[in-house]
């Protein structure tokens, strides 16, 4: 089993800024990559953005140039600056985790809500 705890969601005004963190802990043999993905309501679960192991990363054309995502491999940490925040971006934030096995693993979700 992998739990994942995410932290750092909330309300902020548009243009404003959050960060978000998630670490994950437990039965972790070796994470290939982690990311973010969101939910709005009514909406799927869609990519946000996603860093490998190696350090390559992929963002969604909706929040490059705006959101970063990073990773400490020794925390088991990946993190996610939002910056330049719209109306648009407010969802529920979720962790995830791809081990090297392919298992896949979800957090429990952040809310973020941008008022305009």
């Known amino acids: 089993q992998v739990q994942l705890v995410e932290s750092g969601g909330g309300l902020v005004q548009a243009g404003g800024s959050l960060r978000l963190s998630c670490t994950a802990s437990g039965r972790i043999s070796s994470i290939a990559s982690m990311g973010w993905y969101r939910q709005a309501p009514g909406n799927q679960r869609e990519l946000v953005t996603t860093i490998q192991r190696t350090g390559n990363t992929n963002y969604a054309d909706s929040v490059k140039g705006r959101f970063a995502i990073s990773r400490d491999n020794a925390k088991s940490a990946v993190y996610l600056e939002m910056n330049n925040l719209r109306p648009e971006d407010t969802a529920v934030y979720y962790c995830?985790?791809?081990?090297?096995?392919?298992?896949?693993?979800w957090g429990q979700g952040t809310q973020v809500t941008v008022s305009s």
């Open positions: 995830n985790v791809v081990l090297l096995n392919a298992w896949s693993y």
